[in-house]
């Protein structure tokens, strides 16, 4: 039987784990492959530090360049994180010839189009299923199941810990702060949490499926991102009431027009009221899903575990399944890892977007107040389709819930702006987008 030596650069969670899981389960890849996977050497930042997985001393080196280079290696697996030096190790494999397999979604979303030309260039073969989403294969959905259509919708909950947190927020009626502090206690988020709680971690992600989606490359800086951090037990309450979960959502949608060229897209990550009805909202604590209606298959969804060790392993091992008989057979990937063929795609400008919005404003409790902000609305164009002054909120200030039927972003920031300056409206007015999966 073939066998297939592997170089890995990075040993801890995920690099532990794809090593782990290649020697519980090599022997069965070999008997569905016709390939046997080995894994020669491990770059590792400290060979002193001790592992939960334990890598034979020989295999380790604390130099990357020892294991990409290294005549032995004919396949290199990049868990390093970080963008900088993956990027270098990445290039100097396809310089060498040698096929890379990646988790690294900040590399793929910061160099991703220049990696695919230098894979293309050197004849080599780039694999990055483990990027996004865990052990759910979203990219071999993408590229390969769904070939044949137009990607019109797709919505992802991408991010385990915004969505561990906003779970439990609502479960137990906690704070913010409260369940952070929880999520780093058990692991689900890291000392310094920014890259989750602030929507960076799913902003990768959703570029990088927007691309594969719709065949042009997706620039981070064009992606509309906001987090968690400012979310208050109060409108987790009030979207409850009126039938809606707030969930870190990530929404990709195809424009319409165009004039003969590509219609543009919309790309945003933010905090989103999905009404109660719809499967997403049921997805909870860690766990990730993604939603994609194309125009042939329709509707289909796919749901797990979008992190963590074992996820990670999974979606890694399927990459070396696909490489290991790409280099059998002696062939680049059937499929490019990334084919451009919508050359005039763009990205909708987030003032140009239009959706249903969730308003909610505190005000004083008196008349006209709002007879004042109806009237500020409707000289933008934008229109009220319900309205909550809830009881029970003593005091000289109330909340005021609005709901907003489709309005473009930039009406909906001019209003807010000239509502804000009202004497009766006291603090920053709070928004979120509305989403009804039409």
Known sequence: MQQVNLGIVGGGTVGGGVYQA????????????????????????????????????????????????????????????????????????????????????????????????????????????????????????????????????????????????????????????????????????????SLDVDGLDALHKAGILASLAHGFWVNPKQIHVAGIRRIEQLDIQFAEKLGYTIKLLAVIKRGEGGNGKCPPIQVSVCPTLVPNTHVLASVNEVFNAVFVRGDIVGDTLYYGRGAGQDATASAVLSDLADAALDLKFGGQNRIPPFVPHERDGSVLPLAHVVTPFYVRLTVLDQPGVMAKVATILAENQIGISSVIQPEGHEGKRVPLILMIHDAPYAAMQRALQQISKLPVVKGKPVLYPVEHFD
């Open 22 to 193: 290649v020697e519980r389960n090599g022997a069965l890849m070999a008997s569905r492959l016709g390939v046997q996977l080995a894994v020669a050497r491990v770059a590792v930042r400290d060979l002193q530090k001790k592992r939960p997985v334990k890598i034979p001393a020989r295999k380790l080196t604390t130099h990357w360049r020892e294991v990409v280079e290294d005549p032995a290696v004919q396949l290199v697996i990049e868990l390093m994180g970080g963008t900088e030096t993956a990027r270098e190790v990445t290039l100097r494999a396809f310089e060498l010839g040698k096929p890379v397999v990646t988790a690294n979604k900040a590399l793929i979303s910061k160099h991703g189009e220049e990696l695919f030309a230098a894979a293309q260039k050197h004849g080599v073969n780039f694999y990055y299923e483990a990027s996004v989403a865990g052990g759910i294969p979203i990219i071999k959905v993408l590229r390969e199941g769904l070939i044949g259509n137009r990607i019109a919708r797709l919505y992802g909950i991408l991010n385990g810990t915004c969505n561990y947190i906003l779970t439990r927020m609502k479960r137990e009626g906690a704070a913010y702060a409260d369940v952070l502090a929880d999520a780093q206690r058990l692991g689900y988020a890291e000392a310094e949490p």
